[in-house]
């Protein structure tokens, strides 16, 4: 069974730019999740899609989206990047979306805004 | 709201030694779980395990094992006879059983195993 793949591992981008990242889940999972991974705000929340429907969304600027496709695949887009930006993006896959079903994660995308 | 608090930054420990790492959390839900997750230096956060709020067993898993204790809010986690492949940041994590369905991660524990 296929775990979750996240593209790419690493990305280099230059502030103002945009990015896309890029998670496929679990097959039959349903749900994904996002999160930053930075040294001094640790692991947060992002943003959770289930059935191509946002459902829970973290405290994030604007610049931060995503979506989800009917095949589960889902995107994670930043605008306009910031330095602050460089952090490990991991997302999380999800047979329903709930803490009952767990969560496994990807190896994360890392994201370098120079 | 829900906090995590791991207080433990590094710990450094020889090959063969047992170490625990604490987990603190808050919550005012009675509904909710625990979770270890374990990152090594690839990225991933690969689960060890996870525990809602009405089983208060401890578990025993070949040289791991957890000790969840609603009385002091703390769900610690215990390698026995560590190995250098151990070596890696652990994270207690926190999720509500209801309702908005995230994952509130502690600041993590890095674990120095060496030879």
């Known amino acids: 069974k296929a775990g979750v793949t996240q593209t790419p591992r690493y990305l280099i981008k230059t502030r103002g730019q945009q990015v896309t990242l890029s998670c496929s889940p679990i097959?039959?999972?349903?749900?994904v999740s996002w999160y930053q991974q930075t040294p001094g705000q640790g692991l947060q929340f992002l943003f959770e899609?289930?059935?191509?429907?946002?459902?829970n969304k973290g405290n994030f600027p604007g610049r931060f989206s995503g979506r989800q496709f009917s095949n589960s695949r889902s995107e994670m887009n930043v605008s306009t990047l910031e330095l602050g930006d460089s952090a490990l993006y991991l997302c999380?896959?999800?047979?329903?979306?709930?803490?009952?079903?767990?969560?496994?994660f990807g190896s994360g995308t890392r994201l370098t805004v120079v | 709201a829900q906090k995590v608090t791991q207080a433990q930054t590094e710990i450094s420990v020889v090959e063969k030694e047992d170490v625990t790492l604490d987990c603190v959390y808050e919550?005012?839900?009675?509904?909710?779980?625990l979770f270890w997750y374990k990152q090594p230096p690839s990225g991933e956060l690969v689960f060890l395990i996870r525990?809602?709020?009405?089983?208060?067993q401890n578990e025993i898993s070949g040289r791991y094992s957890w000790n969840f204790q609603k009385s002091t809010s703390s769900f610690n986690f215990t390698i026995t006879a560590s190995q250098v492949v151990d070596s890696a940041v652990y994270f207690c994590?926190?999720?509500?059983?209801?309702?908005?369905?995230?994952?509130?991660f502690g600041t993590g524990t890095r674990l120095l195993v060496s030879p």
């Open positions: 899609y289930f059935s191509e429907t946002q459902r």
């Open positions: 097959s039959g999972h349903r749900s």
């Open positions: 994590a926190l999720g509500m059983g209801t309702g908005f369905q995230k994952l509130v």
């Open positions: 919550t005012r839900d009675t509904t909710y779980y």
């Open positions: 999380a896959s999800s047979l329903a979306g709930s803490m009952r079903s767990g969560y496994t």
């Open positions: 525990r809602n709020s009405f089983d208060e």
